[in-house]
């Protein structure tokens, strides 16, 4: 076992350590905010568009799904036999209710019908949602050259991860709950199976200070995670944690 004020001390030093890399330029100053290429919890990753069967139609789908939608609500008046067992909705014979959205009774193939009902049902995937959450790793030695520290027993570390994101960079902020920057990483999101979208772990050398000797840290969350996504040209919810010890 290392003494307290040795583990301490390691810890200190990784903290300073993590500081010092908040510099990344541009991201100094960059503030939280819309951009041109967000369009809300609604915005679609790279290579989805929305359907726009109707004008509230923010379903992610292939831009030559939404061109088949567009195609089929323009010829919808041409295929409506004008009366029968539904009425002035009744398809003429070879063709179905869309049903892409509540009350859609646009004519179409059994074909569309199915692709609207496959696209429906994937559509919280498609989403460029910007999910992060956190989980913790236990490191072991800590080495710089061939001089090690023994910090094994000193608790975990937090990793970061995240989904719906676009493929590439993404880069994490970590800030205090004042807006001081703490800390800056970069990671690659991509496809992982089980996750949707663009995923990503990265394994930070920030401590969780309720694990290892300071089990009995008390006080509530004092810092947020964000990321930025820049194809989608947003960022994700704040994801509060935390970062200091406070008895």
């Given at each position: 076992m290392i003494a307290n004020h040795v583990r301490t001390a390691a810890r200190a030093a990784l903290a300073a350590a993590v500081v010092g890399t908040a510099s990344f330029g541009f991201l100094s100053s960059m503030g939280v905010a819309n951009a041109g290429g967000d369009y809300g919890p609604d915005t679609c990753q790279e290579g989805y568009v929305w359907r726009e069967a109707n004008a509230a139609d923010h379903v992610c789908v292939t831009p030559a799904n939404r061109d088949q939608a567009k195609a089929d609500n323009a010829a919808a008046g041409s295929r409506r036999a004008g009366g029968g067992a539904y009425g002035p909705d009744t398809c003429?014979?070879?063709?179905?209710?869309?049903?892409?959205?509540?009350?859609?009774?646009?004519?179409?193939?059994?074909?569309?019908?199915?692709?609207?009902?496959?696209?429906?049902?994937?559509?919280?995937?498609?989403?460029?949602?910007?999910?992060?959450?956190?989980?913790?790793?236990?490191?072991?030695?800590?080495?710089t050259g061939d001089v090690c520290t023994v910090v094994s027993d000193a608790g975990s570390e937090f990793k970061i991860n995240g989904d719906h994101f676009n493929n590439g960079t993404i880069t994490l902020i970590v800030n205090r709950d004042n807006g001081t920057r703490l800390a800056t990483y970069t990671v690659t999101a991509a496809q992982h199976n089980g996750y949707p979208g663009a995923s990503f772990g990265y394994e930070t050398n920030m401590w969780d200070p309720t694990s290892g000797f300071h089990a009995a840290c008390k006080g509530g969350n004092d810092a947020y995670i964000q990321a930025y996504d820049p194809n989608s040209q947003r960022w994700s919810d704040k994801l509060y944690f935390k970062h200091d010890c406070n008895a």
């Open positions: 003429v014979n070879g063709f179905v209710w869309r049903e892409a959205y509540t009350g859609d009774v646009v004519c179409v193939t059994t074909a569309v019908r199915q692709q609207a009902k496959d696209d429906n049902a994937a559509a919280a995937a498609r989403k460029a949602s910007l999910n992060i959450w956190l989980t913790t790793y236990t490191s072991g030695n800590k080495c």
